[in-house]
């Protein structure tokens, strides 16, 4: 069984910036990537960046290009989004997610692609 635990989450004014962190605990597949959504209210849930755990390989939204980084520390099976340049767009639910699956192309926006979630970590940009 694999658990995802998210923080980090907060209130900031646009243009700040915020860290998210996303604990792995239980298997973790050396094959297999990280990957990080968001869920604005009244929307549905999309894909915000991903990395690949064995060679860090990183897939990003094009909303958030340039602006976030998403980085991984395998000792502590933990990934991290670092966030700036804040948008009040940036709004949401974050989830972390884990896949076994080898991750490319547009595979990284498929949810079901996924098998782990978080519980979600509340972003909220203010203008």
């Known amino acids: 069984q694999v658990q995802l635990v998210e923080s980090g989450g907060g209130l900031v004014q646009a243009g700040g910036s915020l860290r998210l962190s996303c604990a792995a605990s239980?298997?973790?597949?050396?094959?297999?990537?990280m990957g990080w959504f968001r869920q604005a209210p009244g929307k549905e849930r999309e894909f915000v960046a991903g990395i690949r755990w064995s060679n860090g390989i990183t897939n990003y939204a094009d909303s958030v290009k340039g602006r976030f980084t998403i980085s991984r520390e395998n000792a502590k099976n933990t990934v991290y989004l670092q966030m700036n340049g804040l948008l009040p767009e940036d709004t949401g639910v974050y989830y972390c997610?884990?896949?076994?699956?080898?991750?490319?192309?547009?595979?990284?926006?498929?949810?079901?692609?996924?098998?782990?979630w978080g519980q979600g970590t509340q972003v909220t940009v203010s203008s």
């Open positions: 997610a884990q896949t076994s699956t080898w991750m490319y192309g547009s595979r990284w926006y498929v949810q079901r692609e996924y098998d782990y």
């Open positions: 239980g298997r973790t597949f050396s094959s297999g990537a």
